[in-house]
Structure formats: structure tokens, C-alpha cells
């Protein structure tokens, strides 16, 4: 059997709510008179549990809002569960917005090194990459440029690249498939699949349940900041169809 | 049941862990050690943005504190009749000094909130981000010090042993920045409050301390007030700055050397402290 990489216990996180402006103050005042001004909070994810083996690919669909990228930064880290644990057998990269820290005025190479560096790589290592980053994004004559000169979807395409240049052991990926046009994106999915190949831990939210069903090994469907279900592609693709029939 | 998920976590540890009090220091030092990359990333990030799209670049750097302390040495002739020879020498170091400050503070105090979709999409050690922002301004500001070489050639002043004291002036608005930028950025993200009063606080600071003035022409006042004055903890290190560059002995009192050595000090352990205990539930508000 495999180790598991990714380990969730009965984590549960919820964002308090909070009043803005006089509104706070007042609930300052209501306080001190011992009135209960409290508001409930919302709850983002209950209970989950989870275990994610080495080697296995995941998927995670449902609603907006049901808590899907919230899981994917409690197991990142960028959240901590209020209660519960994250566990992980090593650093997870999440791969969401592909244009994280990206600055319009330095050129193409320059933003390759800030992202390289904001993704924890070494200069050096980011060197030795830059070739096959340029190549792959396919912008071999802009890069020298501003990125404000970039197109939307170059840009999109250069952060992919550097996102996915190194490969993870544990990657978590959130709805970034679908940039570029239709060239970039079969290669960009193909790339995907070599990180999968490559023994690590994948997961992926989307909501291209075509795509879902040919990489993932199980599917995990999310419904109000709960674990619906869990299992085969098959069975959670219906579970999730009737969720949105109501 | 509990057996075998302990022996199953072995191999797994917590993402981000909670630390503790005495272990945040420590932690938040190796972070910054860990990602030097990253800062130094950041900080060229920065000041290329600073100077983006302007024909005299980097020069502006030495010509903005210039230009300022033309306007103040102006004002002052106006109001204070004839100044001191080196007059313009002192300004000029109590303008780039206090816009450290002044911007640095500004700039680290907003870094979480500036900086949410970076935080929201990808966890690193967030408190990169204020310690890049004050960086980003000390490079600025030893940068622009050039620009006191042709006064002290003017004035004839021979650089003494003395300036050694502006690296240590230089620390101590750097140790100070940072901590107190530590300290209000988390409630800076509940509050916008905080960035107003952060903004009133070194507009307001730059009258009550020694950047148009210099502590020896406020000596004829009343000898209690100045006591008050001392308490500010940018006094010391403006005078430090002048006296290192024209080699006088600074008219400060040695209590207020330890007053401003030890609030730097303690800003920067309690900030820095503060910060790591918060940061991580504060990201859920951004």
C-alpha cells in the first residue's frame, strides 16, 4: 500500500464575519452592555477528513462556494484549520492564479525569476530552467520585453510554464487548465500528465468533468463545506449531476 | 483507531504549523534567511517600479531629497532669517533620514493588504513582505546619501572617524520600521484605521522631530521640553546621522541613546513576535 502524502483530520475552518465601520464600534458598545452582538460566522469547510496517497490522482468538484479552493489552501498552508490538522509528508505547491506576483514593468525573464522565486526556487535552479521555460511558453522573441506588452493569455502562458517547469512532489492545482488557446492548453494538460506520471500527489478543482474523468483516480465531491462523496468517477460525476438538478 | 493514525503520521507533518511565543522570533529569522532569493526578488521588484517610465531614472533618488530640502532651507530663511553655514548639510541628512522612515513605515504597515492576492493564492513566510518594503528603502536611502559628498566638499568638512555612527543610525530606523511595520500591519488588515493614523503619525513626526531643525537650535528653549522631545525614539538616530557625517559630538544625553537603542530593539522582537502569531489568522480576513 502507498504512504499517504496528504492527510486531513476533522479539519474545519470559518471565516469570521465581521461589521465594518460605526458598525464595529457599535458592536463595541453592545458588548460593553453585555448585549449579545455576536455574528455567526461562515463556516468554509466541517469535519473533513481526507487521506491522499502517493501516486494517486484526486479530483474535487461541486458548487460555487461549496469550499473547494478553501480545501486546497488548508492543504497548501495558506490557511490554518481553526480546528483539526494538515498534514502533508512535504512542501505542496498550489497552482492557482498562474500570474502571482507578475510586474508589468520587468521583462519577461525578470518575471520568470520573481515567480520562480515566489514558487521557492533557487536563482541558479532558475537559470538552469529558463531555457526550457521560454520554450515552452512559446515566447521566445518577447522576452526580453515588458510583460505589459504580453497579452492576456501570454502571460497566462509564461506562468504556467514557470508554475509547472519544476515538478512537485505534492501539486495541487486549481482551475489554471484552461488558459491559452487550444494549442497551448492540449500541451499544457499534457504536461500535467507527466507530473502525474511522475509518481507524485496530484489535486485538481475543476469543473471540466470530461477532463476530471480521464486523469483522476477518485473524485471528491464537495458540498456545503462538507465531504459529500467520495470515490470513483464515475459515481461522483452522478452524485454531483444530482446536486445540480437539486 | 488512534494507534494507527499516529503510526500513519510519522512520516507527515503539520503544514504550517501553529508557533510558539518564544519559538517565533527564531522562526521568523530562519524564514528570512530561508528566502533571501525571494527578498532580493522583491526588492528590485520594488525600486525598478519606483522609476518606471521616467527619463531621469535613478537619479531621482538624489534629486528628490534635493529638491525638499531647497524648499526647507527656503522656508526656514524666511522664517529663522540667517542659518547656520552648514545648515543645508543638516537638512539635507534629516530629509533622506526621515523618509526612510517615513516610507518605510508607510509601506511595510500596508504590506498584508497590499500584497492579498499573493497571499491568497500561494503561502510562503509572510513576513517577507514588510521586511522587502524597508529594504527596498534602505538601498534607496544609501543611495541618495550621495548626494552629501559635494555639500561636504562645499563646507570643507573631512569625513572623521565618525561616520561609522550612520550605519548604526541607519539600523536603528531600520530595526525600528520593521518592528513597529510588523506590529500594525496585522490590525492594519481589520482596520484601515491604522494605515490613516500610520500616515497622520509620520506626517505630524516630521515636525516634532529633528528633520527642518537640529536639536543644538532648540537648545535655548525650555530645557524640560527638550527632555519630552528625547522621548521620541527619532531623535537619536537623526542627530547620529548628522554627527556622523560632520563630525561634532551629538547634543543628545546618553540616557536618550539607550532610550532609542533599547525601543528598537524591543519594537523589533515584540513586532516581529506579534506578527507571527497573527499573520495566519488575519489571511482569512484578506
Same mark, same amino acid.
Given at each position: ?6 492527510? !486531513?483530520?476533522?479539519? /474545519? #475552518?470559518?471565516?469570521? &464575519?465581521?461589521?465594518?465601520? !460605526?458598525?464595529?464600534? #457599535? ?8 448585549i ?13 477528513? #481526507?487521506?491522499?496517497?502517493? /501516486? *494517486? ?5 461541486? %458548487? ?13 498552508g495558506?490557511?490554518?484549520?481553526d480546528n483539526?490538522k ?8 498550489? #497552482? ?11 521583462? /519577461? ?18 537559470? &538552469?530552467l529558463? *531555457? ?24 497566462? %502562458? ?5 508554475a ?6 505534492? !501539486? ?5 487548465l484552461?488558459?491559452g ?14 507530473m ?19 486523469? =483522476? ?12 462523496? *467520495?470515490?470513483? =468517477?464515475?459515481d ?11 | ?51 518606471r ?32 553655514? +552648514? ?11 526621515? $523618509? ?9 504597515v ?26 527596498s ?38 530595526? $525600528?520600521v ?20 500610520t +500616515? ?20 535655548g528653549?525650555?530645557?524640560e ?16 546621522? +548628522? ?17 532609542s ?9 515584540v ?16
Open positions: 500500500m502507498n504512504s499517504p502524502t496528504i492527510r !486531513l483530520i476533522d479539519v /474545519g #475552518l470559518s471565516f469570521p &464575519q465581521h461589521r465594518v465601520g !460605526l458598525g464595529s464600534i #457599535l458592536r463595541w458598545i453592545k458588548r460593553f452592555f453585555g449579545d452582538a455576536r455574528i455567526e460566522p461562515f463556516i468554509a469547510l466541517k469535519q473533513i477528513n #481526507l487521506e491522499i496517497k502517493r /501516486g *494517486e490522482v484526486i479530483g474535487i468538484i461541486g %458548487r460555487n462556494g461549496s469550499g473547494k479552493s478553501t480545501l486546497l489552501r488548508v492543504m497548501s495558506i490557511y490554518q484549520p483539526g494538515a498534514l502533508s509528508s512535504g512542501p505542496v505547491s498550489l #497552482l492557482s492564479n498562474v500570474r502571482i506576483g507578475f510586474n508589468g514593468n520587468l521583462s /519577461g525573464r525578470e518575471n520568470i525569476h520573481l515567480f520562480g522565486s515566489i514558487l521557492g526556487h533557487s536563482r541558479q535552479m532558475m537559470d &538552469q529558463m *531555457e526550457s521555460i521560454i520554450e515552452f511558453a512559446e515566447l521566445e522573441d518577447f522576452i526580453d520585453q515588458p510583460l505589459r506588452t504580453y497579452s492576456s493569455g501570454m502571460q497566462a %502562458r509564461l506562468g504556467l510554464s514557470v509547472s517547469a519544476v515538478k512537485p512532489d505534492i !501539486l495541487l492545482i486549481d482551475e489554471v484552461a488558459v488557446d487550444a494549442g497551448f492548453k492540449e500541451r499544457s494538460r499534457n504536461r500535467i500528465k507527466e502525474v506520471e511522475d509518481a507524485s500527489t496530484v489535486v485538481i478543482v475543476s469543473h471540466n468533468l470530461n477532463y476530471l474523468k480521464q486523469i =483522476c483516480d477518485r473524485i471528491i465531491v464537495m458540498d456545503n463545506a462538507t465531504v459529500k462523496f *467520495e470515490g470513483s =468517477c464515475e461522483a460525476i452522478s452524485v454531483y449531476n444530482d446536486l445540480i438538478k437539486g | 483507531m488512534s494507534k494507527v493514525t499516529e503510526a500513519g503520521n510519522n512520516a507527515l507533518s503539520v503544514v504550517n504549523p501553529v508557533v510558539g511565543t518564544f519559538a517565533a522570533l527564531p522562526n521568523g529569522f530562519r524564514n528570512l534567511l530561508k528566502n533571501k532569493g525571494l527578498i532580493r526578488n522583491l526588492v528590485s521588484r520594488d525600486i525598478s517600479q519606483r522609476y517610465n521616467s527619463i531621469m531614472g535613478y537619479f531621482w533618488t538624489i534629486l528628490e531629497p534635493l529638491l525638499l530640502s531647497a524648499v526647507y532651507f527656503f522656508l526656514f530663511t524666511i522664517i529663522a532669517g540667517n542659518p547656520e553655514e +552648514r545648515y543645508p548639510l543638516w537638512i539635507i541628512l534629516g530629509v533622506i533620514t526621515w $523618509q526612510f522612515f517615513s516610507r518605510g513605515l508607510n509601506d511595510s500596508n504590506c498584508l493588504v497590499g500584497n492579498k492576492n499573493m497571499i491568497k493564492q500561494i503561502y510562503f513566510p509572510r513576513e517577507v513582505f514588510a521586511f522587502s518594503k524597508v529594504i528603502q534602505l538601498v534607496i536611502t544609501i543611495a541618495s546619501l550621495v548626494v552629501v559628498i559635494p555639500f561636504m566638499i562645499h563646507l570643507g568638512i573631512e569625513p572623521t572617524t565618525q561616520l561609522f555612527l550612520f550605519p548604526v543610525a541607519l539600523m536603528l530606523v531600520t530595526l $525600528q520593521l518592528g513597529v511595520g510588523w506590529l500594525l500591519s496585522v490590525p492594519n488588515v481589520h482596520h484601515g484605521d491604522i494605515a490613516h493614523l +500616515r497622520f503619525i509620520t506626517r505630524a513626526g516630521f515636525f516634532v522631530s529633528p528633520v527642518m531643525w537640529t536639536v543644538s537650535m532648540a537648545k528653549s525650555r530645557e521640553m527638550l527632555n519630552y522631545l528625547f522621548l521620541n525614539p527619532m531623535v537619536v538616530p537623526l542627530e547620529l546621522m +548628522r554627527a556622523a557625517f560632520d563630525g561634532t559630538n551629538p547634543p543628545i544625553p546618553d540616557w536618550a541613546i539607550y532610550w537603542v533599547s525601543f528598537s530593539l524591543l519594537s523589533l522582537v513586532g516581529l513576535t506579534f506578527f507571527k502569531k497573527t499573520e495566519s489568522k488575519v489571511v482569512k480576513r484578506l
